[in-house]
């Protein structure tokens, strides 16, 4: 495993922490998105993850923050790589800027391109983007995993199976995406515990901040919204600052949950916001400590 190994971090002990930025598209929109992500990473969590545009739209971009943050922060930057419709050729020649970059993590995705395109590639699903990232050698690999089954798959015991061929395939860490339900993530746990999956899990946990637009990000995805979430929505959906105070308290009570009941390790969806950032980590420094980093 290579130094800074984010899997070794989330297995180390102490609470995980890690946060998650977008880059941009666009070279005018660079800065501002570099700002944000240094203000986050200032923040000191173990690690900071950089998302990565399907088929390649930010590739220069997600370079860019990873390699800032590692070098004014000193944390490690789980870069993200997607395989849909990309090449053997072009996948290596990727790998080898991101190890002369110096990062060492790596989260393998397939990705979604707008309007369900599914064009050609040399991977066809995540778990060969991995095997190729393992072949190639010197990266901590992570990979995506869904407690309520992912959208595509025909049920979430058969997704859970095809999670296994991604684990088997060499992915060294999962992080789930959001659930707003703690209950479906234990389940999650235990089930792919049964089936033989021992990775290390890190619960991917959204501070919701537009209320309407995640009520329809989570009826496309499938994401369960309980009763008392869709209240706080209700409530608050049409109030930015209100919607923005409920979420990051919501947030914080599951994170509180899962702390409490051995789930260590904890992702925040912090979508390039500071502010919700540094509430989070402000509102559970008495429970999280000095993160393992
Ligand atoms: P896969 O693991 O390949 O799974 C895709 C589908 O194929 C699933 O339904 C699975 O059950 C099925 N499947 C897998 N293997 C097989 C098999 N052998 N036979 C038959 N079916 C199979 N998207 C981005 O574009 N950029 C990002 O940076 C990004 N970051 C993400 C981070 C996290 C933590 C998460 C949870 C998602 C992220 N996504 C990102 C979204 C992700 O790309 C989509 O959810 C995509 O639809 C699936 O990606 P995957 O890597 O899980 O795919």
């Known amino acids: 495993m290579p130094i800074g190994a984010i899997a070794e971090l989330m297995t180390g002990g102490g609470v995980c922490l890690s946060f998650e930025v977008f880059p941009p598209k666009q070279a005018e929109n660079f800065e501002a998105v570099s700002r944000a992500a240094l203000e986050i990473a200032a923040l000191q969590p173990s690690f900071m993850s950089v998302t990565y545009g399907a088929g390649g739209t930010t590739d220069r971009y997600t370079l860019a923050v990873a390699q800032e943050i590692q070098e004014k922060?000193?944390?490690?930057?789980?870069?993200?790589?997607?395989?849909?419709?990309?090449?053997?050729?072009?996948?290596?020649?990727?790998?080898?800027?991101?190890?002369?970059?110096?990062?060492?993590?790596?989260?393998?995705l397939r990705g979604d391109l707008p309007e369900g395109q599914m064009p050609a590639s040399d991977y066809p699903y995540a778990a060969d983007l991995v095997a190729e990232i393992k072949a190639f050698g010197g990266f901590c690999v992570g990979a995506a995993c869904y407690?309520?089954?992912?959208?595509?798959?025909?049920?979430?015991?058969?997704?859970?199976?095809?999670?296994?061929?991604?684990?088997?395939?060499?992915?060294?860490?999962?992080?789930?995406?959001?659930?707003?339900?703690?209950?479906?993530?234990?389940?999650?746990?235990?089930?792919?515990?049964?089936?033989?999956i021992?990775?290390?899990?890190?619960?991917?946990?959204?501070?919701?901040?537009?209320?309407?637009?995640?009520?329809?990000?989570?009826?496309?995805?499938?994401?369960?919204?309980?009763?008392?979430?869709?209240?706080?929505?209700?409530?608050?959906?049409?109030?930015?600052?209100?919607?923005?105070?409920?979420?990051?308290?919501?947030?914080?009570?599951?994170?509180?949950?899962?702390?409490?009941?051995?789930?260590?390790?904890?992702?925040?969806?912090?979508?390039?916001?500071?502010?919700?950032a540094a509430a989070i980590r402000d509102n559970l420094k008495h429970l999280i400590g000095e993160c393992a980093c």
Not at 84 to 95: E, Q, S, T, W, Y
């Open 147 to 196: 407690p309520e089954g992912h959208v595509e798959c025909g049920s979430p015991a058969e997704d859970r199976r095809n999670l296994k061929k991604k684990v088997d395939a060499g992915a060294d860490f999962l992080t789930t995406q959001m659930f707003f339900d703690n209950d479906l993530l234990y389940k999650f746990l235990y089930q792919i515990r049964e089936i033989g």
């Open 73 to 108: 922060h000193g944390l490690p930057a789980l870069a993200h790589l997607t395989c849909i419709g990309a090449d053997r050729a072009g996948v290596r020649a990727r790998l080898e800027i991101l190890r002369a970059a110096g990062v060492r993590n790596i989260m393998a």
């Open 198 to 276: 021992s990775a290390p899990v890190a619960a991917g946990i959204m501070p919701v901040t537009n209320g309407r637009q995640i009520a329809r990000i989570c009826r496309l995805s499938g994401t369960y919204l309980p009763a008392r979430f869709r209240a706080i929505v209700d409530q608050y959906g049409d109030s930015p600052a209100a919607m923005q105070q409920a979420g990051i308290v919501y947030a914080c009570e599951q994170i509180v949950d899962l702390l409490a009941s051995g789930v260590n390790a904890i992702h925040v969806y912090s979508m390039n916001k500071p502010a919700v």
